[in-house]
């Protein structure tokens, strides 16, 4: 479409602003995401097969600081490599990691404003969409559950809140209510069950917040966007082999 072609030219701006080691043959859509533009890279090394990088046109109307986004990210897949090393695994699998443009920057910022960012492609990993089964479901919790267990020490004060109060609870309901309230488009009569749903839950969402206040739960980094879609699963065993979309990582 028009906006598509009008955006081509920041995309190979992005592409020509990374060293991809090898030469660049293709660059496509990919994945099902609806908030940051994602392109497959594929390059051909000359002694040996394809290789595959993830680049991403960052949501300007999401992540109004692309700076303290990529600052965040960085520090958290660098203490992840660390802890996976430590612990024998596999840290080029296992955790994402930031490729950085040819300038040294975490990010690249093309001539419309655009910032870009680049990953390595995880080979031989699925991303599913929905669970088939509960094994595969308690698979994407378990891989969760590991994730914020090697961010248990990390000084989650020293992220930046890349987008205000998204993981507070209280304001979320607050403004459930207040559109619930307002209903501009009349349809809160049709879904009626779901909306008892969360107000016979409302002092739910004070739970954590009120451990927090009262000393009870530290300040802890959360990935807080736990959908089985942000866990990129081995294709052979469909276990958990990584966590991706670190967007929401905050304190």
């Not at 080691?21 to 000359?46: K, L, M, S």
């Not at 994730?147 to 990390?154: E, G």
């Not at 209510?177 to 209903?183: G, N, R, S």
């Not at 990935?223 to 929401?248: Q, S």
Request: charged content about 30%.
């Amino acid at each position: 479409d028009s906006l598509w072609l009008e955006r081509e030219p920041t995309r190979q701006e992005a592409l020509d602003s990374f060293d991809f080691g090898a030469p660049v043959v293709g660059a496509i859509r990919y994945g099902c995401g609806h908030i940051n533009d994602t392109f497959v890279v594929h390059t051909q090394p000359e002694d040996c097969c394809c290789r595959r990088f993830i680049l991403q046109r960052m949501s300007a109307a999401a992540f109004k600081r692309p700076d303290q986004l990529m600052e965040n990210i960085i520090g958290v897949t660098e203490y992840l490599g660390r802890q996976i090393e430590e612990r024998g695994g596999d840290r080029g699998r296992e955790a994402m990691e930031v490729i950085r443009p040819k300038n040294g920057q975490p990010y690249y910022t093309d001539s419309q404003g655009g910032a870009w960012r680049l990953y390595p492609f995880v080979e031989h990993t699925v991303c599913y969409q929905a669970a088939d089964t509960p094994e595969l479901f308690a698979a994407s919790g378990r891989a969760f559950g590991r994730f914020q267990q090697l961010l248990k020490d990390y000084p989650a004060e020293t992220l930046h809140e890349t987008i205000p109060t998204f993981h507070n609870t209280e304001d979320r309901l607050a403004k459930f209510k207040a559109a619930l309230a307002e209903d501009p488009l009349g349809r809160a009569k049709d879904c009626g069950p779901e909306i008892q749903f969360v107000l016979d839950r409302e002092a739910d969402c004070s739970v954590a917040l009120d451990a927090m206040r009262e000393g009870k739960l530290p300040l802890r980094v959360t990935h807080n966007d736990t959908k089985l879609n942000n866990v990129l699963m081995d294709e052979e065993t469909h276990e958990g082999v990584c966590i991706i979309d670190l967007d929401t990582v905050m304190p």
